[in-house]
């Protein structure tokens, strides 16, 4: 999918990877009050893709196709992350709970929002991974160390 310009400061990119069973969520601007529902956009088109690789009635001798099973956002290129993004995070973590998908959270070490969610404790709801390619091949430990919900 080409970058799209939410109409304020939040750019994204969405991309379903059949092969590691994974949506991407690629974003990059500020998330603040004025940009959170562009960030709730995105979020939720993630949801929209994972959504789209599970069969409703798979056809009679048809391959069942690979549904996604990870969520990934990844928010490297966020510059500002306010209380709402913090907010909408944990709703994502929710929705993905009651869609048997696992969310992770793709920021490096020493990225703003690594220290804002360890401030808040966010990092005890949220899984993070250093990047889209840790995201995928570490596997999950689950919500406050039960097992994950697949």
Known sequence: ??????GTN????VATLPDRRAVVVWMWGEVDHVTIDSFRWAVDQGFVA???TRPT????????????EVLVLELSKITFFG????????????????NRLRLVVAVP???????ITRMTE??????LAESVDHALATPS?????????R
């Open 83 to 98: 209380s709402l993004g913090l907010m909408a995070l944990l709703q994502a973590r929710e929705r993905a709970a009651e």
């Open 141 to 149: 430990h689950g919500r406050h160390g039960r097992p994950d919900c």
């Open 10 to 13: 939040v750019w994204t990119r």
């Open 109 to 115: 070490s020493g990225h703003l929002i690594r220290g």
């Open 50 to 52: 994972a959504a789209a």
């Open 122 to 127: 966010v990092d005890h709801d949220v899984e």
């Open 57 to 68: 009635r798979p056809s009679p001798g048809s391959p069942l196709p690979t549904p996604a």
């Open 1 to 6: 999918m080409d970058d799209v310009d939410t």
